[in-house]
């Protein structure tokens, strides 16, 4: 049985560096995280829907290469598979712009066959984003109903609430209604600080942990970039994870999505949360340093 199913978006991906330099790949949150739980050997599938077109075909053969099963992972003719375009600054901050307003994977639970379905509600584990919320949110009634029986088999449910403006724009009541929904039902849960402030207001991380503990999930790791991390749990006052060492960016693109992977992987094979919060900040510390968001097969 696959152990982790990763749910969201992937997408073709034009990527632009400060010298001029264009590099095209593929790349997506929960792709990305997929693909570095799979590195670490962790069993996980990746979920989606893609186009039959160029891009789909390397997002495919991307999970196949890194060994993430692609049996959850269908193809809708009738859509293409998305695309962004990354551009990168000398100090590695990054702006994006999408094509992916009728993407494949928007459509991934609609229709989907008993069998695709089934695999999800047998997860182990299901981990999905905000951006999968954004992606699935016509469908959102379908997919807290998949939350919902994954939690009733006793599957667990982790959510890395990654919260991007320019995607939900004046929506900010549905987002907050759909990451609320989910979170309630997250057994980890993996937050940015940064994220959360922009969309609740939060004044300070402790009033962000506060909050969340409310909804309910068994633990929160909240990520603060260059400050770390903070573990809670509820059962020992939130502890700050730092990062062991310093690095200058040269492209931060998937660095909360490996962190992720990172701390999912370690915790998931009985390292403690301390533990698991260092092997996601080496983790992320090594893929800042690389441009685009899937470190090359030789840097495993």
């Known amino acids: 049985m696959v152990k982790v199913i990763c749910l969201g978006e992937a997408m073709g991906e034009l990527a632009f560096a400060p010298d001029g330099t264009v590099a095209v790949g593929v790349g997506g949150d929960t792709l990305n995280t997929a693909v570095y739980l799979a590195r670490a050997g962790v069993r996980c599938g990746f979920a989606s829907a893609l186009g039959r077109d160029p891009f789909g075909d390397r997002i495919r053969a991307v999970c196949m290469e890194n060994g993430v099963d692609t049996g959850q992972l269908r193809q809708i003719d009738s859509h293409a598979t998305g695309l962004y375009a990354i551009t990168t600054d000398a100090s590695g901050e990054r702006s994006f712009q999408y094509w992916r307003d009728s993407s494949a994977a928007r459509q991934c639970l609609q229709d989907a066959p008993a069998d695709w379905t089934e695999a999800l509600l047998s997860a182990a584990w299901l981990y999905l984003s905000g951006i999968t919320l954004w992606v699935l949110q016509a469908d959102a009634d379908r997919l807290i109903a998949v939350l919902d029986a994954v939690k009733a088999r006793g599957g667990r449910i982790a959510f890395d609430g990654n919260y991007r403006p320019r995607l939900w724009g004046t929506e900010t009541a549905t987002a907050r209604a759909l990451f609320a929904e989910t979170m309630a039902r997250a057994d980890l849960i993996l937050p940015t600080f940064e994220d959360e402030q922009m969309l609740w207001g939060d004044a300070s991380p402790e009033a962000t942990l506060a909050r969340l ?55 998931l094979q009985g390292a403690s949360p301390e533990a698991a919060a260092l092997a996601g900040h080496r983790l992320a510390a090594r893929v800042i340093c690389h441009r685009g968001a899937i470190l090359p097969p030789e840097d495993r």
Do not use: M
């Open 213 to 267: 503990h409310g909804l309910g999930p068994a633990q929160i790791v909240l990520k603060q970039g260059a400050e770390g991390c903070l573990i809670a749990d509820g059962t020992q006052p939130p502890r700050r994870i730092a990062i062991p060492e310093a690095v200058t960016p040269l492209d931060t693109t998937a660095a909360g999505d490996s962190f992720n992977a990172g701390y999912l992987a370690a915790w």
